[in-house]
């Protein structure tokens, strides 16, 4: 079975914040659509209350990690009840590249899987209660810099 590239993608403000609630605490709509655009047709894993804040969840397989076991009728979604249960339905599918979308908890537990982390970082400090874990500057080195308006575009390897 050929290796799978995992990527944690978010945006997050020069303070840490992903998120205030069930929302975002700015608006950058260029930097959804480019986020969206990247994982369109791909499959995404992502936390079971960040999934149902979506009207239109991101993502053409979506792999919800949820403590609680559940079932849902659309194909394109799977329950895993641990990041192991989520990894291997991915490897299952034959998935090349896994996405991981967040919230703050799925962030923190898919880290150590990742391979990259393309990090959206939003000019300015807001108020909210979701986080990116820190990174451990020695396991991670940043390759790119794109700057756009409202934010720069990061990404990160992890170092061999």
Known sequence: MPPMDVIAVAAVSENGIIGDGDTLPWSLPAEVER?????????????????????????????????????????????????????????????????VLGGSGVYEAFLPHCDRILLSRVHGTFEGDARFPDIERSEWKLVEETAFEGYTLEEWVRES
Do not use: C, N, Q, W
């Open 35 to 99: 986020y969206r655009e990247r994982v369109a047709g791909h499959t995404v894993v992502i936390g079971r209350k960040t999934f149902e804040m979506y009207d239109d969840p991101p993502g053409a397989h979506r792999i919800v990690l949820s403590r609680s076991e559940r079932s849902d009728d659309d194909p394109s979604v799977t329950y895993a009840g641990s990041v192991k249960a989520a990894l291997d339905a991915a490897r299952e599918r034959g998935v090349e590249t896994l996405y």
